[in-house]
Every structure is written in structure tokens, then in C-alpha cells.
């Protein structure tokens, strides 16, 4: 646990460059995310659960204009890379958490982000 409190730490020291032009920022998006941390990477749990995926509702659906997608989009992919997520993993979170609707966003270092 320590390592990822670490890993969160210097994520959000080194991402500060990128930051939406509303009331969500790469920051806070990452802090509520990274409940989805240890599925993400592989590891257990087998599912995101309930209270994770309550998490990624409210940052997908916060994502509410382009620029905004884009700016989280490319925090997420800092994050994926930074923090050695699963793309494979991270590719289940939208169907596992019912995201139908929310907007294309991956949590994958080789998204392309210029929707």
C-alpha cells in the first residue's frame, strides 16, 4: 500500500501541467480513480466493485465537454504509464462499471486522446 500511496503522490506532483477548464482536475480525477488502482494493474480484486465503480461514474460523467475529455484523457494516460497499469485491465472498467453513455475515455498509455 505504501508504494501506491507513493506512486499517487509523485502522479499527481508530475501532473499538474494538465488540468481541465472546469471543477475537475487531472488531480482529483486520478485521487477518485485510484480506488480502480489494484484491479487495473492485474491484481485483485477480480472486478472493480461497487464503490470503485461509483468512482468512475462520477469522473466519466464529469467529462462533459471535449476539452475536458482530452485534458483527462492525456492525465490518464500520464497515469497508466507512471503507474504500470494493465491496458487490458483498464479496457474493462467502462463495461465491468455499466459506463454506457460516458464518454470514450481510456485509462491506456496508447490512447489516442484527439477525439
Do not use: W, Y
Not at 37 to 63: D, K
Not at 81 to 104: E, K, S, T, W
Amino acid at each position: 500500500m505504501l508504494s501506491l500511496d507513493l506512486g499517487m503522490m509523485f502522479l499527481v506532483a508530475n501532473s499538474g501541467s494538465i488540468s481541465p477548464s472546469s471543477d475537475i482536475t487531472c488531480e482529483a480525477a486520478i485521487a477518485k480513480m485510484s480506488s480502480c488502482l489494484p484491479f487495473s494493474e492485474g491484481s485483485n480484486p477480480p472486478t472493480p466493485g461497487f464503490f470503485r465503480c461509483s468512482a468512475c461514474h462520477e469522473v466519466f460523467h464529469a467529462a462533459n465537454t471535449t476539452a475536458i475529455r482530452r485534458n483527462l484523457c492525456e492525465c490518464f494516460k500520464i497515469a497508466a504509464r507512471d503507474l504500470h497499469v494493465n491496458p487490458d485491465r483498464a479496457r474493462q472498467i467502462p463495461q465491468l462499471c455499466n459506463l454506457q453513455g460516458a464518454p470514450n475515455i481510456r485509462i491506456d498509455p496508447n490512447f489516442d486522446c484527439s477525439m
